[in-house]
């Protein structure tokens, strides 16, 4: 097969997408991969082709746009850039398909799904958490002030979502995503995110069924696959400090994600807690950070560590609550403490601290307040038996990238 892979976010959203087109890739499938021109390096280092978005500049700026992470604006301005390259994606795409082309594309692959529509390529539609599924079932958590109320009726949750999608995300995205299906002759679309983006041939969930069950309300074709894990650890050499820091102890690893905005609040936060609970750390980010934060040898910075690499040595991983995130921390075995800020983490955050894996805590963190969650999961051994209980459950990463590519080549049988 010729498997067009297209995988719309930051490295969170990319990752997965990656996994699945290397084990699709070793199958013996050709593999061409759309993201921003800022994955350049990696899609090429896998062999794929690449069809790049934008700049790696653009890119940069988007993310460290502060209303892409304040829950108010995040969705406008996501929907802006993504709307802002649909013509862009879709001409790439249509370029690229030939008789043999099926797509696997991530949740802000519309251009794949008007491909699908406009010329029947088939496609697999991925969520790589829960919170892309729209389910009045089991609604996804959000920020504070802005959940339903858990004791509601099904059909009254199901009623406030359709009210909220048609007055609020129909409305975002439904102006300039129907004027593009206009010119391709297609008919105007609405339920855009409740039905719309969820191809009719096949939808994964990159997770398994213990993080987040299929529910009544997500679509009939769904699967579920686990999750992918994939982390660029077979890229990079090793660290040899680092490698010493962390025989020396296990640290707490800090990190922020790829996409931080103000991460001078956040590590002088993780430096505070640090000296409270007397432990050593590791500060994974691409933000600058203050040398001052960093001096002596108690704290070490990198820009960016595999997190297989440094789970297995560290006692607790400090984190914004990302998908790919803490899916390897439980992979790991490793205690967390989530500090979610936007988008699908605080989802994934409420989940951990379901599965009984470690606490979340609202931003702005504190020292304090962060020096208490991790004096709690350190010392809890309630924590560290549900750690092991999922670590032991989990499938392992080339399992799931298996599970999702037999999917994406059932398409041809079909």
Known sequence: MHVIITAIGSAGDVHPFVGIGRTLAARGHRITFCASAAFAPLIER????????GTREEYDAVMADPALWHPRTSLPTLWKTVASTLREQYRLLEQACDDQTVMLGSLWAFSARLLQEKHGVPLITAQVSPFGFWSPAAPATSPPGTNLPAFLPYPVKRMLMGFIERTFLDRAMA???????????????????????????????LFPEWFAPVQRDWPAQTVLTGFPLFDESGFLQTDTELADFLNESSPVVFTPGSTMVDSGQYFAAAVGALKLIKRRGVFLTNQPVDPTLAAGSRILVRRYVPMSRILPQSSALVHHGGVGTTALAIAAGVPQVATPFAHDQFDNAARMERL????RILPPASAESLATALDKVLNSHAVRARCERYRTQMPSGEAACQAAALQVEALTSR
Request: aromatic share 10%; with cysteine; glycine share 12%.
């Open 46 to 53: 896998c062999g794929f082709k690449f069809l790049p978005l």
């Open 175 to 205: 102006p300039e995503l129907n004027r593009f299906r206009n010119e391709l002759g297609l008919p105007s679309a609405k339920r855009i995110i409740s039905q719309w983006i969820s191809s009719p041939d096949r939808v994964l969930g």
């Open 356 to 359: 009984g894996c470690g606490v």
